[in-house]
């Protein structure tokens, strides 16, 4: 089954303490992405890459970082978590070329940073 | 920079009517618009995709146009139904390697 998995579907962390979201996509599409969502502010990206070792900041960066070693994987890093960065977390993943760029997410991640 | 507008946030009909969700966007240079259903506390399930070229995209009960032109879209549902009931989300995409747009929704709910 074609899907976006994200890991882990809801956390509770601490302040400054790290911690990764991974997400993997089993379409073999060159584009993947992070939003996050929150009330009244809506979906917010926060990087995104268009294919292996490419990436780039997206709306909202400041405290992240991510990577894109293979191609199935976008995995998200919050070095020292946040208050702030407490929030409805989606990986979004779709073809780039030659094809109609439907984005397909995951089920997303909520994290909770005390 | 493109903006996205879903209006109104909110909307209540009774189970059975025919319906039409709005979506306006300030840069008419799209590469695709999509519409997404998103469920309380879940993940964006893609309901329909317009290409620029295309005119409209139909599946089963929902039909999504686009104008270009004018810089709308609009999502009809025939015969809604409470199961019909979640936030409905359009996106704009500017360019072949740009990122979506997003509106911030419209949270249907349709009474029984």
């Known amino acids: 089954e074609a899907q976006v998995t994200q890991n882990p579907r809801y956390l509770i962390t601490v302040t400054g303490k790290k911690l990764t979201v991974t997400c993997s996509q089993n379409m073999n599409h060159e584009y993947m992405s992070w939003y996050r969502q929150d009330p009244g502010l809506g979906l917010r990206q926060i990087y995104y890459s268009m294919n292996v070792e490419v990436t780039d900041k997206g709306d909202v960066p400041e405290g992240y970082k991510v990577s894109r070693k293979e191609k199935r994987n976008f995995p998200l890093i919050l070095e020292s978590p946040s208050p702030n960065q407490t929030s409805l977390y989606f990986c979004a993943s779709s073809f780039t070329r030659g094809a109609t760029g439907e984005l397909f997410f995951g089920e997303g991640s909520r994290l909770t940073v005390l | 920079k493109q903006e996205v507008t879903q209006i109104p946030a909110a909307l209540s009909v009774p189970e059975g009517e025919n319906l039409v969700l709005n979506c306006s966007f300030t840069?008419?240079?799209?590469?695709?618009l999509q519409w997404f259903r998103q469920d309380p506390g879940k993940g964006l399930t893609s309901l329909l995709l317009?290409?620029?070229?295309?005119r409209e995209q139909t599946s089963g009960r929902l039909n999504a146009s686009l104008d270009k032109s004018s810089g709308r879209s609009t999502l009809y549902i025939a015969a809604s139904q409470p199961g019909d009931s979640a936030t409905y989300l359009c996106a704009v995409k500017t360019g072949a390697n740009s990122k979506l747009t997003f509106g911030k929704g419209i949270t249907l709910s349709v009474r029984p």
């Open positions: 840069d008419s240079a799209i590469y695709n």
């Open positions: 317009i290409q620029s070229s295309q």
